[in-house]
């Protein structure tokens, strides 16, 4: 994988069954909710750091305002800036970061709407003269990103750059939208990590495939 340009991330191949629920530890009331362990939390976090790496390569000395997509990037968000503070904390170069929130919803059930609907304050003048990472946990299409990205570009900040956990292989993927990739995944449903279905879900620590029973159980 090459440090400039797009990161593809780590590819993980269609066939790709996940791991056995019993391998792991997980919240027993979704037991019969989810299929298989698709991106255990360990694996989650080391990536994550590698990821922090590459943003402090990136960056050089400017100051980072990140701009976190709730409510599924919380988690990766957090963990992310807390990995960019350690590596500053050990090394001569210290990023100082600002998180700021914006929450859009582009989902019903398992379907994406694909329209940006911001939900809050739209005013990002904050952002203005600024270097901004987004931080998003799901990039599939990149139909709602692009809009959010043209939406940011109209404050004029310095830089935008967008760093994206999970990027979907599905038609006109959106890998170019993306500059930090945690993981390319095929087109499955996945949820934990504070990635949700109708709002459950976001309490489990790995990533994981939801099961049909799943999907019936909780759809709205």
């Not at 750091?49 to 402090?56: K, N, Q, S």
Request: glycine fraction near 6%.
């Amino acid at each position: 994988m090459e440090n400039g340009g797009v990161k593809r991330g780590i590819v993980i191949k269609d066939e790709w069954p996940g791991y056995s629920l019993n391998l792991f530890t997980y919240p027993e009331h979704y037991q019969d909710d989810i299929e298989n362990v698709y991106i255990p939390h360990g694996l989650i976090m080391n990536r994550i750091e590698r990821l922090a790496h590459y943003i402090m390569e990136d960056f050089w000395d400017n100051n980072i305002m990140v701009l976190c997509v709730l409510k599924g990037g919380y988690k990766f968000c957090a963990d992310l800036v807390e990995f960019i503070k350690i590596l500053g904390r050990n090394s001569n170069k210290y990023l100082e970061t600002r998180v700021e929130f914006i929450r859009y919803k582009s989902y019903l059930n398992d379907q994406s709407t694909e329209d940006l609907h911001i939900v809050g304050n739209t005013d990002l003048s904050f952002l203005r003269g600024k270097c901004v990472l987004v931080v998003e946990a799901m990039v599939d299409t990149g139909k709602t990103m692009q809009a959010l990205l043209k939406h940011v570009q109209t404050f004029e900040p310095k830089m935008v750059k967008v760093a994206g956990l999970l990027v979907k292989r599905v038609p006109n993927m959106a890998a170019s939208l993306t500059d930090y990739v945690g993981f390319e995944i095929p087109n499955h449903f996945v949820v934990g990590y504070a990635l949700d279905y109708n709002e459950y879900f976001r309490d489990l620590n790995h990533i994981c495939v939801i099961s049909k029973n799943g999907k019936m159980k909780y759809k709205v």
